[in-house]
């Protein structure tokens, strides 16, 4: 197989371990499903998190997220936050931010 065909296939078995979560109050909205559609098209398992349910812990100049009571472990973020909850949206990906954890913006 030539170069090309193989930079192809590594690109496609690295974004396959990528860990994406979207955030967004409604799984079952247009713009929510489409990017779950787009990103299974590209061989991901996107996880919808909802951004009400995270909670942002500060202690001893650490920082920690928890989700639904449950470690955060995502590699990249894409947010759908409404204008109702834009302050607290802010604050989880900024506190995604420090974690190292990749946001679209």
Not at 73 to 94: C, E, M, Q, W, Y
């Amino acid at each position: 197989m030539d170069r090309e065909g193989e930079d192809s296939r590594d690109a496609d078995a690295s974004r396959s371990d990528l860990r994406l979560a979207i955030l967004s109050r409604g799984p079952r909205l247009y713009s929510t499903r489409r990017l779950v559609e787009e990103a299974r098209k590209r061989g991901l398992d996107p996880y919808v998190a909802d951004p009400m349910k995270f909670s942002l812990f500060v202690a001893d100049g650490r920082i920690d997220v928890l989700h639904n009571g449950e470690p955060f472990n995502f590699d990249a973020v894409i947010p759908r936050i409404g204008h109702s909850i834009t302050k607290h949206g802010v604050a989880v990906l900024r506190h995604l931010e420090q974690l190292g954890i990749w946001t679209a913006n």
